[in-house]
């Protein structure tokens, strides 16, 4: 590292905190129904979008009406999108010709990106048309992180809201998320990316000779229309194989530099909007400064590891596997950005990590993608924490616990405890099962701890709904597709219900006035605690995995062993 690395880590944080204010503000004006500058040049599409689909706009809806609204959705986007690329070989825009995709892949591909996944056993550029990518994958970028949004949105409304069934409206929640947040914010980053170099075109792929005379084909299309949502949206599905490593998707240091930046800048600024929305400001500060805690504190532990030294070489600061263009600091601040966000864009190849730095990008997936996350998903699953740290300091000191005024009782806890432990399920029982099945073990490229830690990152990354690769699995598989696919499903959705089942349960209760036994949120003894839970939490669930993956991996590369 040197001084300049510093600078950039600086100023991307500074930045980033001097955004979350003003972009916070803006959206819960938006949620609460005030009219801000935005819509002068957008309301006729919302009304319009009501009009259309016959929606209610003043109806609400119980926690129940609104997971049933968003489940079926979901499903209905997922079979459209699945049959959208069997069929594509019949569809215009297509100028390559290209056939339509295998029904697994169609499968994995639709369930991933249905959940904001957008984990990719493809190549863009040789497997979709340029129609499948705006109509499917660039649509699902833009509803999926919509969703998040919702969720999160709906769980601040039933901690704020008392005495009431109400906790919303899906319909209404998912069109203003889409049209005032969402679309002027990916429609300016890509008009900045395009003016970096990012291709946005229909042109057929081109043919071109390179000084040597070889010759080399140019993939082209709508690139920077999809590029900007899929980090906006912390989606993360590159238009191309070579995901943000590739020039035509990241030209310059300045595109790397606002495509991290957008990665947190929507999920920042959410836990201003909570803190509006509930009257706790200082608390929604608390939540910001915990994710950023762990963010830096995370970051410095890859950037310690990775500028070590690495006996099997013979040198520290490796450069294999990483970006060339932006250097080794841009490729680890890449990998750690995108793993503590529900984003699976990539500008470095994560399995030429150093063990503890890939073990890292594990570890921050899964946290649940609570170090800002994913967006809005990373916000509702701070708060599980945020629950589940109030309950066991409430059984610490023999109180009912109690949350910004309401009771947190066995039901809510139930079901916050099930949120948290079905995608941790899902990434053990899915990594051990393809540890011993051999339909497993034949897409590895490793053997040893390396071969493990493959597959340990394809369920994490699957059940955390990131998306990001590894590499060296072949997970374009049937056995890979079907599995992963699942993952995404279960950990997208065992985790919504849930949640909505809370914010259905805390809406109905009344208001507890505070008293000398509560337990202030807004305080460094709290924040000291959450961070705790959280770190409790992910050591006891997966230092096991961890242990037979990166860690003894690094041990035997201390050692002179390698995989």
Known sequence: MNIFDILQFTLFVGVLTLLTPPLGRFIAR??????????????????????????????????????????AFNFIGLAVLFFLQMIQSGLPLNPQGFAGVSWHSAFNTAASFVTNTNWQGYAGETTMSYLTQMIGLAFQNFVSAAVGIAVAIALARGIARKSTQGIGNFWVDLTRSTIYILLPMAFLLALVLVSQGVVQNFSPYLEAVTLEG??????????????????????????????SAHPFENPTALSNFLQMLAIFIIPAALTYTFGIMTNARKHGWLIYGVMMMLFVVLTGASLASEYSQNPIVGQSGVMEGKETRFGIFNSILFSTVTTSASCGGVNAMHSSLSPLSGGIAIFNMMLGEIV?????????????FVLLTIFLAGLMVGRTPEYLGKKIEGREMMMVVLAILAPCATILLGTALSSVLPVGLTSLANKGPHGFSEILYAFTSAAANNGSAFAGLNA???????????????????????????????????ISPPSSGTFEVDTSLFAVLLIGVILIVGALTFLPALSLGPIVEHVLMLNGRTF
């Open 30 to 71: 938006i949620f609460e129904g005030q009219r801000t500058w935005i819509h002068r040049p957008f309301s006729w599409l919302e009304r319009l979008t009501y009009r259309v689909s016959g929606i209610d706009e003043k109806k609400d809806m119980d926690w129940k009406q609104y997971a049933l609204a968003l489940l």
């Open 214 to 243: 070889a010759k080399q084909i140019l993939p082209f299309g709508p690139a920077a229309s999809q590029v900007s949502i899929k980090f906006l949206g912390t989606n993360g599905g590159g238009f191309f194989n070579a995901n």
């Open 372 to 384: 800002f996350g994913g967006v809005g998903a990373g916000l509702y699953g701070m708060l599980l």
């Open 476 to 510: 374009n598989t049937p056995y890979y597709n079907v599995m992963l696919g699942l993952a995404v499903l279960f950990g997208r959705f065992l985790i919504i219900v849930p949640i909505l089942a809370v914010a259905g349960s805390l809406a109905n209760k009344k």
